[in-house]
């Protein structure tokens, strides 16, 4: 049941059952953020979909080498490489030194994904970090005749390539098409043979602050590079699994598959997983639109076509209520739909937490866990995933009102099987701060609000110290009246 | 008055009244942690002391860029050079990819440095993301003629440097002596001319993992390199304060300025500070003698020698209740009445919150103001600033009896004096989650609390009333009573 995973390949566009390269270990790379901005929307959806994937992998007991990478450096301007480096235009603007813009929204990313509650992938490396192994990487493939000078740039010929290996095969793209589409812009100023050409090393313009020496010139990488350079580093030059953006298909990603393939003449990765985008309110989101919203904004409802605050786990419960490859519309009231659905489940295992066994039972947990995991294994199926969840909650309910029962053996796997899907693999949290843990003011003020329910039942108020006890217990802290007193626990 | 701030520089081993190079700027470099272990008392007193420092500059209204590094590849095995890559050893035991290794490490220390209220550096620069600049570097060296090729491997020679700048001028050592005393060594396989000369380029034997090509060989660089480097490119040639820990004064320090002398002629470093070691009940720490303790052990209370859990307020407050140049002996006593002596300044602050004011004033502002800046102008004096702030804790308690009163404007200053201090330039912070927010959990459940003590005020239980609003008080949390039930705030 478990070794049943599906995954859809964009490469072969249709799901094909995950076996492993390497029996038990699993390497995923997943593009990363370019860090010269707010995360938005885009960002916890990416992150999101792969820290699933991750999870999953993790709980059916693989070691999982999952690298997500940060661009701190390369990402040209526009698709006709004759754009600056983005986070080099910002930090002059600022009068900032680059690095500590990219240091400043490294941090800001880094602190959003935690409090969505993704787990910080296995390796993070920087673009800035790697110039040495892809200037490595492009002399292999200058080496290798799929390279030309210009200037002191180096450019990778596309056309040259595609005479030995099909350009275009992981976006379904003919290069007959694209000379046709780009012809346009062949009256630009351009020092490419072709516009679908691009840049593995850029010489920098004497005002461009970032810069390495390298044989071309003193300038940077390419975009696309950093990829094919730092997934192979680390995890080989053939890996199991590249993630990231479908807006990064093409070019980003058919650009890494010729950069492998013209260095090794294999390529690097076996499955290629892409999820789809968010819209706002049926409409891309874009800075210029006005609908552009950033992760803090969300959590603190601050901009103005939220119509509340939103906290990283109803995002999370949001996103991953839609199939990872299927698009998502933002709207207030989806959210808020989220909100509740989120706190439906949750308020699910806390009945859950409270069922007493009986004798017999009317309920499986062995076929509850086999529609869970038929879900997950096909493709990540989250949507069907959570809906058979929303169908246990009402089965726990039943089992609440007595109109179902349930053994103790069952009742433990049950118990097992939703903490395991809703906790560990869907990355839900309840009842603890946003830190994950036990803080020492929560813990405080529960034992406060329980030595005053305490003196209540001292003094027969037990209708006030019930509502304690229940408000408690909807937050997800468990209370156990003992001898001397009471001890809590929260749940996470 | 609050511009003259005196730092004692080790490099003059006097206190010098503080000029930045570039008025209103302060560039200051800290040596940050090497990745492979969980962080420590010794990275917790480095990082609050110079954090310290940082905050203060920042509240003095300056623009500061504070560089911390991250230690991820060369940091070698001892003094003599010889051992191995100390993450690369690690990880081969640990059948891991050394850059996994590093990166769960870094993420450890950054967690523990957010819990301790550590602000992020501007920049935090990995030695192994600066290789070129560190073989460039090298390369300049070797120019000028103060290194010399053996085996592949780049070293720098001392005696040679000695013959025109001297060298020991930091740690106040003179070469004759260090011949001396190390004497003994020589009869050890060496590669060096001299046993203080020290690697610039270290040539990777064939199982090493982290390694990179160089004109030299295919190795890494030396450990005491990436400091010159990544201070110089991210701060210029020169820059103010160079900060770590009094263990790396001799020989890293030492190194760092014979590297950048032979490089540019002149010294990088303005002001060098130097924080003094931890110890563990008189002994100094080590993993072999038993006391060594991380600092997730002190957050959890999980090590033998420890008596309870300490919060990291709790640990911030016991380093900076010992001058940063002082020795700090850690025993669980000490830390108790830390953690009591910072319970009362937070309980000060309470009562300062609640202070009326009255007409006439017996208490002066100004004159308080005058003695904390006097105590961190005094080379960053923070047991005399805390002295003087547990004095004026005995004011505040006098202005609440009576026995002293103070108006409106005194009372204002005052109010923002004390939060200047404790919170922001201390760094303490009181009442709120350890993410440093208001969360939703602590939100909901004060709101609860609040809401029964409505009741109880409804059903005139006043001393059940009174006890909810004075132990959320104790938490910081000022609660006023309006028309239509309650309001609550959260201080910092």
């Given at each position: 049941m478990k070794s049943e995973l599906e995954i859809f390949n964009t490469l072969t566009k249709r799901k094909e059952r995950f076996v492993p390269l390497v029996e038990g270990k699993v390497g995923m790379y997943v593009c990363g953020p370019t860090v010269y901005g707010d995360p938005h929307l885009g960002h916890a959806r990416s992150a999101i979909s792969f820290d699933l994937v991750y999870r999953y992998f993790l709980h059916l007991g693989n070691k999982v080498r999952y690298v997500r990478n940060i661009?701190?450096?390369?990402?040209?301007?526009n698709d006709e490489d004759t754009g600056e480096d983005k986070i080099a235009k910002k930090a002059r603007i600022e009068e900032l030194e680059p690095m500590e813009v990219a240091q400043y929204y490294t941090n800001r990313y880094h602190d959003t994904m935690r409090l969505l509650n993704n787990l910080p992938p296995s390796i993070e490396p920087h673009a800035s970090g790697h110039i040495p192994e892809q200037i490595a990487m492009a002399e292999a493939i200058e080496k290798n005749g799929f390279a030309y000078r210009v200037n002191g740039s180096l450019y990778f010929d596309v056309a040259k390539y595609n005479e030995k290996y099909p350009y275009g095969k992981l976006s379904g793209r003919k290069l007959e098409d694209l000379l046709q589409t780009t012809?346009?812009?062949?009256?630009?100023?351009?020092?490419?043979?072709?516009?679908?050409d691009f840049a593995l090393w850029k010489k920098a313009d004497p005002k461009h602050i970032m810069r390495w020496h390298s044989q071309w010139s003193d300038g940077f990488p390419g975009w696309h590079l950093e990829c094919s350079v730092m997934s192979t580093k680390y995890l080989g030059e053939r890996f199991d699994i590249h993630g990231g953006g479908m807006d990064l298909l093409f070019p980003h990603h058919e650009c890494e598959i010729a950069q492998s393939v013209a260095t090794n003449g294999t390529e690097a990765v076996h499955y290629w997983m892409h999820n789809n985008m968010i819209t706002v309110d049926g409409q891309k989101m874009g800075k210029s639109l006005g609908n552009f919203i950033t992760l803090y904004e969300f959590f603190s409802?601050?901009?103005?076509?939220?119509?509340k605050a939103y906290s990283p786990m109803t995002i999370r419960f949001f996103i991953l209520q839609?199939?990872?490859r299927s698009p998502l519309d933002f709207s207030n009231q989806a959210l808020q739909s989220s909100e509740k659905g989120m706190n439906r489940l949750l308020q699910g295992w806390e009945t859950l937490q409270n069922i007493q066994p009986a004798n017999?039972?009317?309920?499986?947990a062995e076929e509850w866990s086999e529609k869970l995991y038929a879900a997950i294994n096909d493709d990540f199926n989250t949507p069907v995933l959570i809906a058979h969840l929303f169908d246990l909650v009402k089965d726990i309910n039943k089992l609440k009102t007595g109109d179902l029962t349930i053994d103790k053996s069952n009742l433990e796997q049950l118990q097992k099987l939703f903490s395991d899907f809703v906790?560990?693999?869907?990355g839900l949290k309840a009842g603890v701060s946003e830190t994950g843990e036990k803080n020492n003011m929560t813990t405080d003020l529960i034992d406060l609000l329980l030595n005053i329910r305490k003196e209540m039942k001292a003094n027969k108020m037990y209708e006030l110290s019930d509502e304690i006890r229940n408000r408690l217990q909807e937050k997800g802290i468990v209370i156990k009246d003992t001898k001397d007193g009471f001890e809590w626990e929260m749940r996470k």
């Open positions: 661009t701190d450096v390369g990402h040209l301007e012809r346009d812009n062949l009256a630009k100023q351009d020092e490419k043979k072709n516009p679908f409802g601050t901009h103005p076509r939220l119509e839609a199939h990872y017999q039972t009317t309920v499986s906790f560990d693999i869907l």
